[in-house]
């Protein structure tokens, strides 16, 4: 399959979302702030577009990856080093639509959220947010295309690169680069933190 990765336009956020909703519905975080599969299916689009679109829309840039039909198979979010903090009223705005998604569960949704902010690097990094391939096009190099669009952008600027991910994804991302560095410390998720060094 030939895939094109471009910047996303605005027409375009609609299309990345439901395809990062889809490609992370089995993720161990989204399973865990939402156990209930049927829920999960039902609230991660809305979830995932908080996250990506109205907390951290402003934080890097947005890349989709096209079919040879010039569908949207693909999606991946970046976070610029040195990126400013959502305001008051944006934070307003994702508090709730957290809450609308996971419910009793927010406490710890918010809890894995914290623990995953703290374990990021020290150093400047761009910060691989989220990056994923619509379940029908995965395993066709689409999410692969994606990430090395994103480490040209870490590359030209001379920084460092971190990623979370499910521990099956370790050999994945170690082709790109990236070391594992330590185990999300919360016994309910299977969660790895990995960084890929500065290149000289």
Known sequence: MSTHVRPATAA????????????????PVYRHALPDDAARRRRLPGLMHT?????????????????????VVGAAAWHRPG????????MLRGFLGMARATRTRL????????????MRP??????????????????????????RRGLER?????VAAHLECAPDLVGYYARFGFAEV???????????TMTRPARP
């Open 12 to 27: 375009d956020t609609s299309a990345a979302v439901a395809v990062l909703a889809r490609a992370f519905h089995d993720h």
């Open 51 to 71: 996250m990506v679109v109205t907390m951290y829309g402003h934080a890097g840039p947005l890349d989709v990856a096209d079919d040879e039909l010039g569908s």
């Open 83 to 90: 990126h400013p903090e959502p305001g008051g009223p944006t």
């Open 107 to 118: 406490g710890e949704w918010s809890r894995l959220g914290s623990a995953i902010e703290r």
């Open 122 to 147: 020290d150093e400047p990094h761009w910060y691989l947010f989220h990056v994923g391939a619509d379940p029908r096009h995965q395993a066709r190099g689409v999410g692969s295309a994606l990430v």
């Open 154 to 158: 870490v590359d030209a600027d001379g």
């Open 182 to 192: 330590e185990t999300v410390p919360l016994e309910a998720v299977e969660l790895v």
